[in-house]
């Protein structure tokens, strides 16, 4: 939520001279992201997204997310395209830190989404998947499946502070995941943080996706399962029915969910109720004092879990268990 | 440096009903101003900047903000403009907090500004207390020279944790001041803030001012003297006399400055250096343990306060003693 490193109007200067973006008419740092350092940057062109990339990020994994965002972008996916400097590169060195400079994207994120929005979200997050089918580079999900044991283990004992029983929850949970977890689901790249933040929307059209820095390689209907989990609950922790068809329909109207894709959404969706239960999770207790940012309270995700755990068939998120 | 007040599209988007402006294209939060929650608003007529107060501007005092912004706007000062809404009101409620809405303003702040720079500052100074002068609204100063000794008082004792001897040096200053203070310059409104970050450039031209939030009646060459201080000391606090001259001359050229306040600039000067030594110092002294923003060093001030100390004239600063 807050700029953390400075750019100079010098530097700043200096690095849009090396591309063909016109000159600097104004920038303005953005509350856009936890993780990177933004600006809104308005040139004589046209306006962009600067990012400066903080330490959470590891560079390695850059040429992933640039690459997958234009990749996609060139397949008709709406989401920021990564602009090429005049020598062809999509990264470069600015303030210290690795940047990149991306296009802007119109619209905004909606707080309290509709039944139509989320039939607009699963369209794209199946449009996303088919646009990225064949991006040649991978990245393992360090959140999936393989990883919360490990992440569990970092917080295990400190569980009960944040409600009492949950370490008994989580150990229950997690050992049921690890017997009925699908293995062998399509599999592609997915999004891994499509949360309603993360889409824009402008009048009745959805006009993008931002935020690929969480994208790996797993079960596309993971990616679905997510999307159930952050889109189609109401404040009182009731699943909405009626957006959960929306979005199962959307995506199905794009891309077919299978046979075994639908048998396995309610383990899906368990699964992707504990993987956000043990990031808040482990957020909350690790918190400095005396943080601008509180972090979200996971104890939305056990009521998440909750629901998930009565659920037997794809039927009870809105969609036939038949294809 | 962050946002403190959410506001949701639903709320934004009834918010700007009330305004002719178009419709809401894109929203971000801004890290503009450390006192109140600012975003950049992008709809379909144009930009502009939403502010939201937050607790440390006092409300009855934005009547007085908000009606000079539009007044010296209307006299040809390039600054924020605010919109009246459709009912002719310029301030209203969102998210909780009393909200106005004006222009953005093309520009951005020069990190390091030349001399050339300094010339259309004083200018723009001049031309802004030229144009305030029939503003028919009045604000008492409540950081000038009758307020300096009560805040002194708050954090006295702990003056000499920031650097030793302080306590003996603000103290005997404030001696010197109450005894050489000049209470008969002419007066007017003056912006009282107008360092570097509050002024915008772009390209060769000054663009505009911004944030009038400490803006209020004093004398107007005491305003000068905030910006020989703010503009003319380079990073080893040497002053630069080529940039004192810029700004002096620049300033001249607009609004002749009397023998009486060249006589005074000395003392103003060593007064403007007192006014952000104090606040600095009360800052850096209650300065929360875990704070993501780090108050400015007050020891800046305390250099420049020596060099004043030095200063007979104000040919010092680079411009003849007699108009």
Redesign the interface.
């Known amino acids: 939520?807050?700029?953390y490193t400075e750019v100079?109007?010098?530097d700043l200067s200096a690095f849009l001279a090396r591309y063909d973006v016109g000159?600097?008419?104004?920038?303005?740092?953005?509350?856009?992201g936890v993780e990177n350092t933004n600006y809104?940057v308005?040139t004589t062109q046209a306006r962009f997204i600067l990012t400066l990339y903080e330490a959470r990020v590891a560079p390695e994994d850059l040429p992933f997310f640039l690459g997958l965002m234009e990749h996609v972008a060139k397949r008709g996916v709406s989401c920021p395209r990564p602009v090429h400097a005049t020598d062809g590169s999509v990264l470069s060195k600015l303030a210290g830190r690795t940047a990149a400079f991306v296009t802007?994207?119109?619209?905004?994120?909606?707080?309290?989404p509709r039944a139509d929005h989320c039939h607009k979200l699963g369209r794209a997050l199946a449009e996303f998947h088919l646009a990225a089918a064949d991006f040649p580079r991978t990245r393992a999900n360090a959140l999936g499946e393989a990883g919360w044991h490990p992440l569990f283990d970092k917080f295990r004992s400190r569980s009960d502070e944040i409600v009492p029983g949950l370490q008994q929850l989580i150990h229950d949970e997690l050992n049921l995941l690890d017997a009925t977890w699908p293995r062998t689901l399509p599999r592609g790249v997915i999004h891994a943080d499509l949360f309603p933040d993360n889409v824009?929307f402008?009048?009745d059209r959805l006009s993008g996706l931002i935020d690929f820095y969480f994208a790996c390689n797993d079960a596309l209907a993971y990616d679905v399962a997510i999307c159930l989990n952050a889109w189609c609950f109401e404040q009182d922790y009731a699943f909405n029915l009626t957006k959960g068809r929306a979005l199962l329909e959307g995506y199905d109207s794009v891309r077919k969910l299978s046979p075994a894709e639908r048998a396995a959404m309610p383990i899906l969706t368990r699964g992707a109720a504990v993987r956000f239960l043990l990031t808040r999770s482990y957020d909350w207790l690790n918190r400095?004092?005396?943080?601008?940012v509180t972090p979200h309270n996971p104890f939305d995700y056990v009521r998440r879990l909750r629901f998930h755990q009565t659920v037997r068939s794809i039927s009870a998120y809105g969609l036939d268990e038949a294809a």
């Open positions: 939520m807050a700029v100079t109007d010098d000159t600097l008419v104004a920038y303005k740092g953005i509350a856009e809104l308005q802007f994207l119109d619209g905004f994120s909606i707080k309290k824009f402008l009048g400095p004092a005396n943080a601008l």
